[in-house]
């Protein structure tokens, strides 16, 4: 079922925005989280010196 | 060629702002809506929309750094709740102080003049106290703030028994500033936990962070029912300062914030006087003025985030002979004071 956005009622798309905002705050900090696990230790020995 | 409806230099730029953003946010638990709003504002959005969006934005980055805090421990719930039921109510107090004043006629000036004032007074003491080589001020008033026994009380992490009462007392009058100055209030509850209630800077910082994310989701679902939320411009801010949380974070545990907090307060300073520029600019149509008040807000976040990462740099190569720590030494002697010794095997777990 798709549902249309703007026939949504201002509220629930204010609610949705913040769902969005949410999500996305979710996804970048799990997404990102994998990416510097797996880099940190060669950025940190390279900004070490070693 | 275009992304969100913005070209891909914008696009570059808000990525790049945000991730500046994103470092100071996880590392000093402020820096959000101070930044971005004005910036927006000089970009040419309308008031409501810069004010809904830097809200919108501080409330996804602030949920980026409350989990990362609260991974560290770093949070006080109770402390938060408390916090958060008081500013509530203050930044509704603050709000009809602004109603009133809009009546009078006189509002602008008076916001522009506290709004000044504040960041001015807060920055001098921040400053003030990066100077010292002991923390006496601090602790003789966060010492006697404890040792006033009005009920109830309650005992928060890092064993700070101090009266709850206090504390709404505090959140209250923090909320009320917010609520007139329109901001997310972080450059006034971190100096007010970590001075007024004894509270460890870690946690202060954590607990800041959880309380902006609340009043955050708030205030971002007040103006997005308005539709004054640019959904690209947070989407794009986000996604830079999603990584720029968790760097700030991790750099959080290998360099004392102490060694910082002369940039922290040099960025106050240099924001109050950019509010001044600002109105004045406005005030008497003098162009140049709103061109300095920008360049100002952007110069401090890129200054100020490139000494923090400069600062884990030196610490990490613990020699600090290179030219750019030697650069940093110069310049934070003038600000503060050199880097201290910080335990070598503390984790940059980001």
């Given at each position: 079922?798709?549902i249309?956005?703007?026939?949504?009622s201002p509220?629930?798309?204010?609610a949705g925005?913040i769902?969005?905002?949410?999500?996305e705050?979710m996804?970048?900090?799990?997404?990102?989280?994998?990416?510097?696990n797996?880099l940190?230790?060669?950025v940190k020995?390279?900004?070490?010196?070693? | 060629?275009?992304l969100?409806?913005?070209s891909l230099?914008l696009v570059g730029?808000f990525?790049?702002?945000?991730?500046?953003?994103?470092i100071l946010?996880g590392?000093f638990g402020?820096?959000?809506?101070?930044?971005v709003?004005?910036?927006l504002?000089?970009?040419?959005?309308p008031?409501?929309v810069?004010?809904?969006s830097?809200?919108a934005?501080?409330f996804?980055t602030?949920?980026i750094?409350?989990?990362?805090?609260?991974?560290?421990?770093?949070?006080d719930?109770?402390?938060?709740?408390?916090?958060?039921?008081a500013?509530?109510l203050?930044?509704?107090a603050?709000?009809?102080v602004?109603d009133?004043l809009?009546?009078?006629?006189?509002a602008?000036l008076v916001i522009?003049v506290?709004y000044?004032g504040l960041l001015?007074t807060?920055?001098?003491f921040?400053?003030?106290?990066a100077?010292?080589t002991?923390?006496t001020?601090?602790?003789d008033l966060?010492e006697?703030?404890q040792?006033?026994e009005?009920p109830p009380?309650v005992?928060l992490?890092?064993?700070v028994?101090?009266?709850?009462?206090?504390?709404?007392?505090?959140?209250?009058?923090?909320?009320?500033?917010s609520?007139?100055?329109?901001v997310?209030g972080?450059f006034?509850?971190?100096p007010a936990?970590?001075?007024?209630?004894?509270?460890?800077a870690a946690i202060?910082?954590?607990?800041?962070?959880?309380q902006?994310t609340?009043?955050?989701?708030?205030?971002?679902?007040?103006?997005?029912?308005?539709?004054?939320v640019?959904?690209?411009?947070?989407?794009?801010?986000?996604a830079?300062s999603?990584?720029g949380?968790?760097?700030?974070?991790?750099?959080?545990?290998?360099?004392?914030?102490?060694?910082?907090k002369g940039?922290?307060?040099t960025?106050?300073?240099?924001?109050s006087?950019?509010?001044?520029?600002k109105?004045?600019?406005t005030?008497?149509?003098?162009?140049?003025?709103?061109?300095v008040?920008?360049?100002l807000?952007?110069?401090?976040t890129?200054?100020?985030s490139?000494a923090?990462?400069?600062?884990?740099?030196?610490?990490l190569?613990d020699?600090?002979?290179?030219?750019?720590?030697?650069?940093?030494?110069?310049?934070?002697?003038i600000?503060?004071?050199?880097l201290?010794p910080r335990?070598?095997n503390?984790?940059?777990d980001?």
């Amino acid at each position: 079922m798709i549902i249309d956005a703007l026939s949504l009622s201002p509220t629930a798309q204010a609610a949705g925005l913040i769902g969005a905002v949410l999500l996305e705050a979710m996804v970048l900090h799990v997404g990102y989280g994998v990416v510097t696990n797996a880099l940190a230790p060669n950025v940190k020995r390279a900004l070490g010196g070693e | 060629m275009e992304l969100l409806g913005m070209s891909l230099l914008l696009v570059g730029f808000f990525v790049g702002f945000g991730l500046l953003i994103g470092i100071l946010f996880g590392f000093f638990g402020m820096g959000g809506s101070f930044l971005v709003t004005p910036a927006l504002l000089v970009m040419g959005y309308p008031s409501r929309v810069a004010v809904g969006s830097g809200l919108a934005f501080v409330f996804g980055t602030s949920v980026i750094g409350a989990l990362r805090h609260r991974d560290h421990g770093h949070v006080d719930y109770k402390l938060a709740v408390i916090m958060t039921v008081a500013m509530t109510l203050g930044i509704e107090a603050g709000k009809r102080v602004v109603d009133a004043l809009h009546a009078a006629g006189n509002a602008d000036l008076v916001i522009s003049v506290a709004y000044v004032g504040l960041l001015a007074t807060v920055g001098l003491f921040t400053l003030r106290d990066a100077r010292r080589t002991d923390a006496t001020t601090s602790v003789d008033l966060s010492e006697r703030v404890q040792a006033l026994e009005i009920p109830p009380m309650v005992t928060l992490r890092g064993d700070v028994r101090v009266s709850a009462s206090i504390i709404f007392g505090i959140g209250l009058v923090v909320g009320v500033l917010s609520g007139l100055l329109g901001v997310g209030g972080g450059f006034l509850l971190m100096p007010a936990m970590m001075y007024g209630l004894g509270v460890p800077a870690a946690i202060a910082v954590g607990t800041d962070i959880l309380q902006i994310t609340i009043s955050g989701a708030f205030g971002s679902f007040v103006y997005a029912r308005d539709g004054f939320v640019a959904i690209p411009v947070v989407a794009t801010l986000l996604a830079g300062s999603a990584l720029g949380a968790r760097i700030g974070a991790g750099v959080s545990n290998i360099v004392d914030e102490d060694d910082i907090k002369g940039y922290f307060a040099t960025m106050l300073l240099v924001g109050s006087v950019a509010v001044a520029a600002k109105r004045v600019g406005t005030v008497y149509d003098i162009g140049v003025l709103n061109t300095v008040s920008i360049a100002l807000i952007f110069g401090a976040t890129i200054v100020v985030s490139g000494a923090i990462l400069l600062a884990a740099v030196c610490q990490l190569r613990d020699d600090n002979s290179g030219f750019w720590c030697h650069l940093f030494l110069c310049t934070n002697l003038i600000t503060a004071r050199p880097l201290q010794p910080r335990d070598t095997n503390a984790r940059f777990d980001v």
